[in-house]
């Protein structure tokens, strides 16, 4: 009996040792992959791994608001309202195929100012395409959006805001910039106008990129709050194209443009 009870204890030993050492392995990766994606920390062992612009080094007071068009049109008109009531001019990242369903909003967000940019052909997972490939996409898009607004887009937004260091150089040889935001609404959960608002006010910072989306539900009803307190908080709210620092310049490791 005695040595049947070690048997067992031996066995819950081994059981509660390979255990650990699992627990510990999936923690490891998980590290690993916080550390390998998230810009926010990469250290000096990765100094030349290539970003997009998160947000920009301002002195001033400045932001820009950003919407991705990639869906539906819901609300793509009353955002035009909006923007337009406080004469506010915003960046549209659209996809292609977007652009293909709806013509006439991308001639209407042109007409009223704002600047339509960028955002994929087919929304792709793009860190899974070659260098050949992304630049065929990026120009397909690019080709559609030139055509209606007659401007050839300059910023590039990568689908779901993937991106690895193929990406970015491929987008770099095109002349182009990549740009991601520092300040996300997540107004694409459907949480509450109220939730999007307070996210955006305890976040934005000079030089904050900020994310939207152009048919989320909930981003009618809180983008006038919004602008009322950037303005109110003494910001300038201007595209993107304005927000970047021009001549040289550098990103660092949170993606933060920054003088040279």
Not at 128 to 136: G, K, P, Q, W
Not at 156 to 168: K, L, N, Q, S, T
Request: aromatic share 8%; hydrophobic share 40%.
């Amino acid at each position: 009996m005695l040595r049947k009870r070690k048997k067992n204890f031996g066995r819950v030993i081994v059981v509660r040792r390979n255990w650990i050492t699992a627990v510990s392995l999936l923690l490891l990766v998980a590290v690993i992959f916080y550390v390998v994606n998230s810009p926010a920390i990469v250290g000096a062992a990765a100094t030349t791994r290539l970003l997009p612009i998160y947000s920009v080094q301002r002195d001033n007071k400045c932001v820009s608001l950003t919407f991705d068009a990639a869906w539906g049109n819901e609300d793509t008109q009353t955002l035009i309202d909006i923007l337009g009531k406080y004469d506010v001019k915003a960046t549209f990242f659209v996809v292609g195929e977007w652009v293909d369903k709806y013509p006439e909003s991308v001639k209407a967000l042109s007409d009223a100012g704002h600047y339509v940019m960028n955002h994929s052909n087919d929304h792709a997972h793009f860190s899974t395409l070659s260098t050949e490939e992304i630049v065929a996409n990026i120009n397909e898009c690019n080709d559609k959006i030139e055509a209606i607004t007659g401007v050839r887009p300059t910023l590039f937004r990568a689908p779901y805001g993937e991106y690895d260091d193929h990406v970015i150089s491929a987008v770099n040889s095109m002349g182009m910039t990549t740009i991601q935001w520092d300040v996300d609404s997540l107004d694409w959960k459907e949480i509450s106008a109220e939730e999007i608002t307070q996210r955006i006010e305890s976040k934005v910072q000079p030089g904050s990129i900020i994310l939207f989306h152009n048919a989320a539900l909930n981003t009618p009803e809180a983008l006038p709050t919004i602008i009322e307190y950037l303005l109110s908080e003494g910001y300038s709210i201007v595209p993107v194209t304005e927000l970047l620092l021009q001549g040289d310049y550098t990103i660092d490791h949170t993606g933060k443009q920054c003088p040279a």
